[in-house]
């Protein structure tokens, strides 16, 4: 006697609702799916792992030359991954070096004679200046050199791109080919 697809399918059903927590594992299965999905369809940019330097900390930054080989190598990974820019190179000068505002204390004396004299000294802990603000230095101009610049919105989108990352005016940045 041949059992028809719908008995076949009560049967089924009924072994599963005996399994505990089956909506459970169900969901669990799915979503294990689905990440796996995501996890290797999803394209990487064209900047990654080009340049594992490029995400150091801000507060590691300790001098001139490496926050302006910190924001070269940032600049080099945005615009390489704009379509048609092959071969970035990236120069940048500043106008100044940090700036540090210390933490002070100030003392005023009077004196006998009703004058008062007033003293600022900087605050020292261990033996090291008391740090209120760290001032990062002022980009002065950016110099890109790229191929694949013939066409002109890919100029104008470097351009922009580095006003919004560095915040400079567009007289102080040459793109060329």
């Known amino acids: 006697m041949a059992i028809n697809f719908k ?9 599963i609702k ?11 299965g799915i979503g294990i799916i689905l990440v ?8 990487k940019a064209k900047g990654d792992g080009l340049n594992k330097n490029i995400d150091k900390n801000l507060t590691e930054i300790s001098s001139s030359a490496e926050y302006v080989e910190y924001l ?3 600049l080099e990974s945005v615009i390489g991954a704009l379509n048609g820019v092959n071969s970035v190179e990236v120069a940048i000068t ?10 002070t204390e100030t003392e005023t004396r009077t004196s006998s004679g009703g004058t008062s004299i007033t003293t600022t000294t900087v605050v020292y802990v261990d033996g090291q200046p008391v740090i209120v603000e760290e ?13 694949g610049l013939n066409d002109v919105s890919v100029r104008l989108n470097i351009i922009s791109l580095i006003q ?7 007289s102080q940045i040459k793109v060329m080919e």
């Open 7 to 15: 008995e076949k399918f009560k049967i089924l059903y009924e072994k």
């Open 18 to 28: 005996k399994i505990k927590y089956f909506y459970l594992y169900l969901a669990i």
């Open 36 to 43: 796996g999905i995501y996890l290797t369809c999803i394209p």
């Open 72 to 74: 070269e190598n940032k």
């Open 94 to 103: 500043l106008e100044k070096g940090f700036e540090y505002v210390y933490q």
């Open 135 to 147: 001032i990062f230095p002022t980009v002065k101009g950016v110099a890109v050199v790229a191929q």
């Open 164 to 170: 919004t990352m560095v915040d400079v005016d567009t």
